[in-house]
T-cell receptor
């Protein structure tokens, strides 16, 4: 069974440009999460989808970030326009069931390393 | 403030030596507790988790962790470290009242031959 995949693995863009990160969860997982790790800091929660609906987006830093999960399968995270402080590693995770984290393990992808110059 | 603390940013141990990575949390009620490991180029892999019950939890790869309520700690241990254990280790919690997973800053483990 394929794990969580993320694309691209690395992205280098200039300040002001747009970048779209993609996450493909494990097939059949209703829950999809995005996290971000800024250099030297802890991994921080961004948002949580249950199927195609945003369950919790309290961790999204500002309105330059837009996440979607059309059809409840893969998800995209768009940063527009990118700023220097957006640099970091963006992780995606998925878990089965519809009730969130409790009782379930989150399976993480390898992350996308974003560098904004 | 609610937080997860991993006080050791970097630890170096010799192969075959024992290992203990510290994790403390600050939450009103005991959260759900996790340890993840990230090897270079890989995603986060779950080592073990604690929800309730026996406070000594066995995980994969020979790791175990002990939940101590009185100390608000969930330290990760391994009796004999292997070179392949070199990686970054993250303690994480899910607070009792929501679904958000919160991570410590991570501890990078180096294993000397």
């Amino acid at each position: 069974e394929a794990g969580v995949t993320q694309f691209p693995s690395h992205s280098v863009i200039e300040k002001g440009q747009t970048v779209t990160l993609r996450c493909d969860p494990i097939s059949g997982h209703d829950n999809l999460y995005w996290y971000r790790r800024v250099m030297g800091k802890e991994i921080k929660f961004l948002l949580h989808f249950v199927k195609e609906s945003k369950q919790d987006e309290s961790g999204m830093p500002n309105n330059r970030f837009l996440a979607e999960r059309t059809g409840g399968t893969y998800s995209t995270l768009k940063v527009q326009p990118a700023e220097l402080e957006d640099s970091g590693v963006y992780f995606c995770a998925s878990s089965p069931g519809g009730s969130g984290i409790r009782g379930g393990e989150q399976f993480f992808g390898p992350g996308t390393r974003l560098t904004v110059l | 403030a609610q937080s997860v603390t991993q006080p050791d940013i970097h630890i170096t141990v010799s192969e075959g030596a024992s290992l203990e990575l510290r994790c403390n949390y600050s939450y009103g009620a005991t959260p759900y507790l996790f340890w993840y490991v990230q090897s270079p180029g890989q995603g986060l892999q779950l080592l073990l988790k604690y929800f309730s019950g026996d406070t000594l939890v066995q995980g994969i790869k020979g790791f175990e962790a002990e939940f101590k309520r009185s100390q608000s700690s969930f330290n990760l241990r391994k009796p004999s470290v292997h070179w392949s254990d070199a990686a970054e280790y993250f303690c994480a919690v899910v607070p009792y009242n929501n679904n958000d997973m919160r991570f410590g800053a991570g501890t990078r483990l180096t294993v000397k031959p």
